[in-house]
């Protein structure tokens, strides 16, 4: 079953409390139905006489639905504020009496049978609510089972598709009865609640705080008469009432865990023992004394043992770190199961790897070696046994899906050695099992997993000896094409798929340069040997002259 925080429950009921009050003004503004105007109210009530539409039958059941979603929006916030539970009272208290409204109306011969009943069945569940809030059992259980009465006799009545929906509400109220009956005084109804719980993966709404408060106080009931515990052979008082408690529902969780039917469920289940037993150790350790550790530790000096109440805590974080490894250990078997059901082309979202498998068995096995570490438990040889023999299945797996790893990068020489250590680990374990077999029947098969192994082994080599001959021709095809571009190997046949594609290589571009014959430069080397003719004769004369002949200049009179 799908489980939603408290924040969106909040929000859901918040806008089913305004989708109520706008529907209403809608009928009201579509029959014409207005209480008065801007200016003044005028109230109106919906009558006998009015119901030749039924719509004015919604009107009054939206009134009363609109009162049930803000009690129940009251009600999660009264977690926080305690003063708003008297207005959820309140509230509850106006959708009982717009229900009863609403019954009264279809008393009408107007209105069908079917109609009548769920109207009455309408009315019973919301005062069997507002009675069960004002803890009044007997009077909530008489409208709640008249409610689940009249929903089982329509249930039978119809067709499948129209009973599913009133088989729905009447497992909606069972929990509600059974819850009622129990405070009345009938002992069985726990064990019953707590099937329900499990069967709907974890209870929301009215009856989920008051049925975990339920649990806890039935165990702490049982708890008044519990006083020791026995561990591997020795018996230690217990003192401590929140460890009483846990110890108590210890064997009921467990249960719990083995019946869940979806892997959501047991993810759950296993979060809330482990959350339990976390609170339990830490009231054993405001127990244990600065002062005390070295009295803690050694109390008995000859003999080694430690004190009870750190006995007491090595025991609790046994059960703490041996819940942790089921619950890696269970989800490892959903990767398992993941990584052999997975779609190759399946891209919608990411797909498991062994590398997530690796890294749960990193963390079972370091829960193993903090179980070896236990104060108190250094002496008992047949733990440190039972503990190892566990190490090396653990191993085994480990190493078996790092091999799985290594097979996907085509690393076959390291896969096979992986897979020579898991037949190594998983002989060690059947060789040294012995009298421990029934410690480690709960564990993986061993056995399963050398078959596989050696399955796989086979298959490695197949595919290594594939993977060289492809790597053979591969390197050959390209030792002869060399990257050549087309225009260079048309003697040559090679397959190659780029040829097709926009990255084709056809020819050199840009093209390489190449050497062309240059314009000749011609040096003139003669021309310093050359002996011109003398020109003298054509040069002319300079005539020398006076004053005479500058005043001549000056007026233009030259010869």
């Not at 109230?43 to 009054?60: A, P």
């Not at 979060?271 to 009231?283: F, G, N, T, V, Y």
Request: glycine share 4%; proline share 3%.
């Amino acid at each position: 079953a799908c489980t939603t925080s408290l924040a969106e429950r909040v929000l859901l009921i918040f806008s089913y409390r305004g989708y109520c009050s706008r529907r209403q003004r809608r009928l009201r503004k579509t029959l014409n139905f207005k209480m008065g105007n801007r200016h003044k109210f005028t109230g109106k009530k919906v009558t006998e006489d009015l119901l030749t539409d039924n719509r004015y039958l919604l009107l009054v059941l939206m009134d009363a639905e609109r009162a049930w979603s803000y009690a129940m929006q009251l009600k999660q916030e009264a977690n926080t504020e305690p003063r708003k539970r008297f207005h959820l009272l309140s509230r509850l208290r106006k959708a009982v009496k717009h229900a009863e409204e609403l019954e009264r109306l279809c008393e009408s011969n107007r209105v069908d049978a079917k109609t009548k009943l769920e109207a009455q069945a309408y009315t019973a569940y919301l005062s069997g609510m507002l009675r069960f809030e004002h803890q009044e059992w007997k009077a909530a259980i008489e409208a709640f089972n008249k409610c689940k009465t009249i929903y089982e006799k329509l249930a039978s009545a119809f067709t499948e598709e129209q009973a599913v929906l009133y088989n729905q509400r009447v497992e909606e109220i069972s929990p509600n009865i059974r819850y009622c009956a129990y405070n009345i005084g009938d002992q069985s109804a726990i064990n019953e609640l707590m099937q329900m719980r499990l069967r709907s993966g974890g209870t929301e709404g009215l009856l989920a705080e008051k049925l975990e408060a339920l649990i806890t106080q039935t165990r702490a009931k049982q708890a008044a008469t519990m006083s020791e515990v026995e561990w591997r052979g020795r018996t230690v008082p217990v003192k401590i009432d929140k460890v009483r408690i846990f110890l108590l529902g210890l064997a009921d969780n467990e249960a719990a865990i083995a019946q869940a039917e979806s892997e959501g469920t047991k993810e759950r289940l296993f979060e809330s023992m482990l959350s339990e037993c976390r609170d339990a150790i830490q009231a054993v350790r405001e127990e244990l004394k600065p002062d005390q550790k070295q009295r803690d530790y050694t109390l008995d000096g000859e003999s080694g043992k430690v004190s009870n109440l750190q006995y007491l805590h090595s025991y609790l974080t046994y059960i703490k770190l041996s819940t942790a490894i089921r619950r890696n250990e269970n989800m490892a078997k959903g990767l398992q199961k993941a990584l052999l059901q997975q779609q190759p082309e399946d891209d919608s979202k990411r797909s498991p790897r062994p590398q997530d498998l690796i890294r749960l068995y990193d963390i079972i096995l370091q829960n193993l070696v903090e179980l070896l570490q236990l104060p108190g438990l250094e002496e008992d040889r047949a733990f440190q046994k039972e503990i190892g023999l566990k190490t090396l299945v653990f191993k085994a797996y480990r190493c078996f899906f790092i091999a799985q790893s290594y097979v996907l990068v085509k690393k076959w020489s390291e896969a096979l050695v992986l897979y020579d250590r898991v037949l190594k680990y998983a002989n060690e374990v059947n060789s040294d099992a012995g009298t421990f077999r029934n410690s480690l029947k709960d564990l993986p098969d061993v056995q399963e997993l050398i078959t596989q192994v050696r399955s796989e082994k086979c298959s490695l080599q197949a595919a290594a000896i594939l993977d060289a001959n492809d790597s053979h021709q591969t390197e050959t095809s390209s030792q002869v094409r060399d990257n050549k571009p087309l225009v260079e190997r048309f003697e040559t046949f090679c397959l190659d798929p780029s040829l097709v594609t926009k990255q084709a290589n056809l020819v050199h571009f840009p093209p390489g340069f190449q050497p062309i014959p240059c314009k000749p430069l011609f040096f003139d080397l003669a021309l310093n040997h050359v002996a011109f003719p003398p020109l003298e004769d054509k040069l002319e004369q300079k005539t020398k002259s006076g004053l005479t002949g500058y005043i001549k200049g000056i007026f233009g009179f030259r010869s």
